[in-house]
């Protein structure tokens, strides 16, 4: 029921503060990320790793690629994301010490669950982070991590996403700890970092009014770009995704990194850019590379949108308009630069008299090829 909220995709926005509660609930015991079900590999297993594969589609993609970061920074274990229709089509190499992680909101994604079937037949073994009890995907694996983020009912993933980035992320530190790569201490700081978050998403949802006005300011473009850079990069990707699927506007993400070898071509004058800016103290390498690329494009006449940490007071001079997000360590800025993305896209979609919940031609669970 979507009570008093105008659409589900309204209604699970503002949800993802208990998502991300729910998904981490019993699995931190004395400050520590512990994640029961992967008892069933073993400590010796997970340990033994050599390579990580991650297999999704669309949104769910996008948080394996946001959680590559993480588990390469403290689990240091090579990680390849591959969108799971390309990754059964070819020959890929597996071998028995390959965890393959596949992420599905659903469950059911027809592709990802044949790229399970497959790696499991090569040998590998097969983690499954899913959203739906019981779904055929992690009955097919190994052993599963469910979000705990309840049913999403509307077609575009919103707490679906903010909850497998958490599943993930425990994932990641429980690894970490079994193999050593990173003090209690310096886990236990992650772990609360990500036991912060649902206040931190709490608080990024509160400028809806904001996002409602430049929402209905933009009711005519024709496209939009994101940059991101670093864990804001898949962030930028998804915020394309929601506003194709939702506002049927052409947007596309870009690595800021790239500006220059190519899409930097596409600004002129007026062309909206949503900028998905790194923490001056927590990515103080990155911020200014990036607030440099604000400047380049804003000397092309794009108009920025900046989604910056809370007094960044770099940005504010080159931005037309700046979302905030509180403070949270460099990994955990995309479970709340985030949300300002998905409210632009409903709004947008809303401004246009679009139905938000069921988005044309779109189905929430594709079960087909
Ligand atoms: C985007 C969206 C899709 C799904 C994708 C995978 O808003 O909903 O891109 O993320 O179809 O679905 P699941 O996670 O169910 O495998």
């Known amino acids: 029921e979507k009570g008093g909220w105008s659409s589900f995709m309204a209604k ?4 993802q503060p208990d ?5 981490l609930r019993g ?6 990320a512990v994640v029961p079900e992967l008892e069933a590999f073993g400590d010796d297993v997970l340990a033994g790793i050599s390579r990580i594969v991650i297999v999704a589609c669309g949104t769910a993609a996008y ?11 403290w689990a240091k274990v090579p990680v390849d994301v591959e969108l799971s229709h390309e990754f059964r089509y070819r020959d890929p190499v597996l071998t028995a010490d390959t965890l393959v992680i596949s992420i599905s ?64 992320y425990l994932f990641a530190l429980h690894l970490a700890r079994v193999r050593n790569t990173l003090s ?60 194709k699927e939702l506002a049927y506007i052409h947007a596309e993400g870009f690595a800021a990194g790239e500006l220059k070898h190519g899409p930097i071509a596409l600004i002129e004058p007026g062309q909206p850019v949503f900028v998905v800016v790194p923490s001056p103290r927590g990515s103080a390498h990155l911020h200014p590379k990036v607030v440099s690329n604000i400047q ?5 006449g794009a108009r920025i949108i900046a989604i910056a940490e809370q007094g960044d007071a770099a940005v504010l001079p080159f931005a037309d308009t700046v979302f905030h997000i509180p403070l949270a360590g460099p990994l955990f ?31 929430k669970s594709v079960t087909v090829e």
């Open 184 to 243: 209690l201490e310096e886990l236990a700081e992650q772990v609360l970092e990500l036991q912060a978050i649902p206040e931190k998403i709490a608080t990024t949802l509160l400028q809806e009014d904001a996002v409602r006005q430049l929402a209905v300011w933009m009711t005519d473009s024709r496209a939009v770009l994101f940059l991101g850079r670093h864990v804001g990069f898949p962030i930028a990707l998804e915020g394309a995704l929601k506003l």
């Open 105 to 168: 909101q659903s469950g059911e994604t027809m592709d990802t669950l044949m790229a399970v079937k497959y790696a499991r037949e090569a040998g590998a073994k097969a983690i499954s982070i899913c959203n739906t009890q019981g779904a055929t995907i992690p009955r097919e694996s190994d052993a599963v991590i469910y979000t705990h983020a309840g049913p999403e009912v509307a077609v575009a993933s919103t707490k679906g996403f903010t909850g497998q980035i958490a599943a993930l």
């Open 63 to 73: 948080a394996g690629q946001t959680a590559k970061y993480a588990i390469e920074k």
């Open 19 to 23: 998502a991300v509660t729910n998904t």
């Open 296 to 300: 380049e494009i804003r000397a092309r």
């Open 12 to 15: 699970e926005i503002s949800e």
């Open 333 to 363: 800025e995309p479970l709340l630069a985030v949300v300002p993305l998905q409210m632009f896209a409903i709004e947008l979609a809303t401004a246009k008299g679009l139905d938000v919940d069921q988005p044309r031609n779109l189905a």
């Open 27 to 32: 699995r931190i015991h004395d400050g520590q």
